[in-house]
């Protein structure tokens, strides 16, 4: 059984050679017309249908704003002048790749992948980032998107992503032949033992579903070029998976005629082939707070593979000393889950860049301007519940995410490997 080598054996070009503003939101719901009875304990407590406080966080994460994470000593993000220029991380500096991997390897792969048309430093014909742009003005999109880390449950960020197809940067390549998957990795200090790396297969990068988002080399975020610290100046961005397939700092593809993914997220028990989960995520809570004044909740909800249908709450009142339960189940086996209520889209006009327009977007409706459905798929969308009459005392609040195919966080895939997905709780106390 074939197994990911290390990263060390990565100079050999094969499979071992190789991841703003809230005051632009509307205050009326677009999820819940009607109001929500939230029956709660003794039945004293109702999440009334007045309109929800301003969303607490922007709809597109400023660049500077995502929570960043980094591999690589030091952290490429990190340099600086000469060092910056000579890794070919600058506008100008910067080169991509696309050369064929030669080895074979019976029974697995018999035959070399062929291309008419490599691009390499060596021969001077590796793409440059003028060329990309000017590759874009004709095949470029542009679209929203959450990212997030398989193993962090929290969203990163969101921020509308711009750039070319991968599918028009390999025709670049010419005439193709025995390529069955696409590995591609980033800048990383010149070392193998750094190299992080990630796969799509052939049909992955060529071939996008009518209205989908395809796999892309993206060079603009939120309006502006992308900054060395998200990856700039030109990352691969996979629309549907996690953070570990849209691969920073982008500089080498490889085609292969083997079928075997190649991620070094592989190597570390992970699934490399996951996409992002439909998971609910509620926003920190003072762990005091007044009987006397209503108890507003807010917090994220990311859409994946499957949408969103609903995001729901359970609250319950527990003994002062008593020990939390991570475990939504064990923890309420007879819970009573409530709907919460869905933030609207903003106010496009005001939170895109002044050079785009909403019908521009893939996953927008060309004449309405609107997203074709909320929240965006593979984006972040936010929810809210303001309750009211709850007594003094201590309550753990728990909120999950109901997929578009009827399944309620943690299901349909609870195993951590393939993405962070447990239910969270917030526990605070009323006096």
Same mark, same amino acid.
């Given at each position: 059984?074939? +197994?990911?080598? !290390? ?5 050999? @070009? ?6 703003s ?5 509307t205050m009326t719901s677009?999820?819940?017309a009607? $109001? ?10 109702t999440?009334q249908?007045? /309109? ?6 922007p &709809?597109?994460t400023?660049a500077?704003s995502?929570?960043? =994470?980094?591999r ?7 340099l600086?002048g000469k060092?910056?220029?000579?890794a070919?991380m600058?506008?100008?500096t #910067?080169?991509?790749e696309?050369?064929?991997?030669p ?5 697995? =792969?018999t035959q070399?992948a062929? @291309?008419q ?8 014909t ?17 679209? @929203? ?6 193993n962090i449950?929290e969203?990163? %960020? ?10 028009e ?6 005439k193709?032949k025995?390529?069955?998957?696409i590995y591609y990795?980033? &800048? ?9 790396q ?12 009518p209205?989908?988002?395809? $796999?892309?080399l /993206?060079y603009?975020?939120?309006g ?6 998200r ?6 961005i996979?629309?549907?998976?996690h953070?570990?397939?849209s691969?920073?700092?982008l500089?080498?593809?490889?085609l292969?005629?083997?079928?075997r /993914? ?9 699934d490399?082939?996951?996409?992002l ?5 509620v926003?920190p =809570? *003072?762990?005091?707070m007044?009987?006397s004044?209503?108890v507003?909740l807010?917090? +994220?909800?990311i859409?994946g593979?499957?949408?969103?249908k609903?995001?729901?709450? !359970?609250?319950?009142r ?5 020990? *939390?339960?991570?475990?939504?189940e064990?923890?309420q086996?007879e819970?009573?889950w409530?709907?919460c ?11 895109? $860049?002044?050079d785009v327009? $909403?019908?521009?977007?893939?996953g ?9 459905? #909320?929240?965006m798929?593979?984006?972040?969308g936010y929810w809210?519940?303001?309750?009211? %009459?709850?007594q ?7 909120v999950?995410?109901v ?7 943690p299901e349909?895939r609870?195993?951590? +490997?393939?993405?962070?997905n447990a ?9």
């Amino acid at each position: 059984m074939h +197994k990911p080598s !290390s990263p060390g054996d990565a100079e050999a @070009i094969s499979r071992r050679a190789f991841v703003s503003n809230s005051a632009a939101w509307t205050m009326t719901s677009l999820a819940a017309a009607q $109001p929500i009875q939230a029956d709660i304990l003794s039945g004293a407590a109702t999440n009334q249908a007045t /309109a929800l406080p301003a969303c607490p966080h922007p &709809f597109l994460t400023p660049a500077e704003s995502f929570n960043t =994470v980094a591999r690589g000593n030091p952290k490429p993000h990190t340099l600086t002048g000469k060092a910056l220029v000579e890794a070919r991380m600058t506008p100008e500096t #910067w080169r991509l790749e696309m050369t064929t991997d030669p080895q074979v390897e019976p029974p697995y =792969v018999t035959q070399p992948a062929r @291309i008419q048309a490599p691009h390499t430093l060596k021969d001077g014909t590796a793409l440059d980032l003028e060329t990309l742009r000017e590759l874009g003005k004709s095949h470029g999109v542009k679209f @929203i998107k959450a990212t997030q880390c398989l193993n962090i449950p929290e969203p990163l %960020g969101q921020g509308l992503w711009e750039g070319v197809p991968l599918r028009e940067v390999l025709k670049l390549c010419g005439k193709m032949k025995d390529v069955r998957r696409i590995y591609y990795r980033g &800048f990383h200090n010149e070392d193998p033992e750094q190299i992080f790396q990630s796969s799509l297969s052939y049909t992955q990068a060529m071939e996008t579903p009518p209205g989908g988002f395809p $796999p892309m080399l /993206a060079y603009r975020l939120n309006g502006q070029p992308i900054t060395p610290l998200r990856g700039g100046p030109v990352r691969m961005i996979v629309p549907w998976a996690h953070g570990f397939k849209s691969i920073k700092w982008l500089q080498q593809i490889f085609l292969t005629n083997d079928y075997r /993914a190649n991620d070094t997220y592989a190597l570390q028990n992970n699934d490399p082939e996951s996409h992002l989960k439909t998971s609910a995520y509620v926003d920190p =809570v *003072p762990e005091r707070m007044s009987a006397s004044q209503p108890v507003t909740l807010t917090g +994220k909800v990311i859409s994946g593979l499957s949408g969103l249908k609903r995001v729901e709450y !359970s609250l319950r009142r527990v003994a002062k000393d008593a020990q *939390p339960q991570e475990d939504a189940e064990r923890a309420q086996p007879e819970a009573v889950w409530k709907p919460c209520r869905i933030y609207p889209p903003p106010d496009w006009e005001q939170i895109l $860049p002044p050079d785009v327009r $909403p019908h521009q977007l893939l996953g927008f409706d060309a004449r309405t301007g609107q997203p074709r459905e #909320w929240p965006m798929r593979f984006g972040t969308g936010y929810w809210g519940i303001t309750l009211h %009459g709850l007594q003094a005392g201590v309550y753990e609040v728990r909120v999950r995410a109901v997929d578009g195919n009827g399944f309620a966080q943690p299901e349909p895939r609870p195993l951590r +490997k393939s993405g962070g997905n447990a239910v969270e709780m917030q526990r605070f106390q009323l006096s």
